[in-house]
């Protein structure tokens, strides 16, 4: 691979976003696992942004992600308010099924962390009827309580010695965070806090259409597919972000740290 050049990024609210696109993430992505090193991914959204905003511990997790991109597309009009005309989207589930199919053409072992066993059960199958040669060798629902030090142990040692060399990560913000950045230098390989990416691949959960998604109206596509679990984060943290986000743009508020 030829050398990848640096991540450009603006701070929202404080946290860093990078100007990524497809295949610059999927390039990154593919490169670490090539040489084993320890790198994780976290596609933002305004939640995770707004989750950082009130959380120390989760400063701290963010500012150590190895690429930030812009799941949602709030954050893509923030980026190019900020100067970057360019900046685009990269959704986590659509990223995800790029890297997968990276992963079938090349037989490199690929793993999942996260959701649910039928879940985790039906997307496996499913993935294996889209990319027959793709090596599915770790796939895992822990359970909805926090593991015990001995369940993590297990879990790490499975996923070394499964031979994985991409991991794939379905908790939810901020578990999913908290979770790759306590072990993507123990397991020393890419690991991506990808969301609902694993309920979308299986068929669980509908996404929203195309004209949605690009409208920025995702969030109320989910939000009338779930409200009972959603209507929390959309109808208090979305007006929570653009109030301190137009605070920060007319310069009322600092968010550096």
């Known amino acids: 691979m030829e050398d990848i050049g640096p991540i450009v ?26 040489k084993r090193q320890p790198f994780w991914l976290c596609p933002a959204s305004v939640h995770t942004v707004i989750e950082r905003h009130h959380n120390s511990m989760f400063r701290e997790i963010m500012d150590s992600a190895s690429l930030v991109t812009t799941d949602g597309v709030p954050l893509v009009w923030t980026l190019r308010i900020l100067g970057i005309r360019r900046a685009q989207r990269v959704y986590g589930p659509t990223l995800t099924e790029r890297i997968l199919e990276c992963a079938s053409n090349t037989e490199m072992s690929v793993g999942f962390y996260g ?17 027959p040669r793709l090596h599915i060798v770790y796939a895992h629902a822990p359970p909805y309580r926090p593991a015990t030090p001995e369940e993590d142990l297990a879990t790490v040692r499975n996923i070394k010695e499964s031979g994985a060399r991409i991991l794939f990560v379905g908790l939810g913000c ?25 309920d979308f691949i299986a068929g669980v959960k509908p996404q929203a259409p195309k004209w949605m998604q690009s409208a920025g109206l995702e969030w109320l596509f989910r939000l009338l597919s779930e409200p009972r679990r959603l209507w929390r984060r ?22 550096d740290r």
């Open 9 to 34: 990024s603006r701070k929202i609210l404080g946290m860093r976003v990078d100007f990524s696109s497809y295949d610059d993430a999927v390039e990154r992505v593919l490169r670490a696992a090539e």
């Open 115 to 131: 959701s649910s066993q039928r879940v985790i059960e039906t997307m496996a199958v499913r993935l294996k009827q889209r990319w």
């Open 174 to 198: 901020p578990k999913q965070e908290t979770w790759s950045y306590d072990h993507y230098r123990i397991l020393n390989i890419p690991i991506l806090a990808v969301g609902a990416a694993f």
């Open 234 to 255: 959309y109808l208090l943290i979305n007006p929570a972000f653009l109030f301190l986000l137009a605070a920060q743009l007319v310069g009322l508020r600092r968010f």
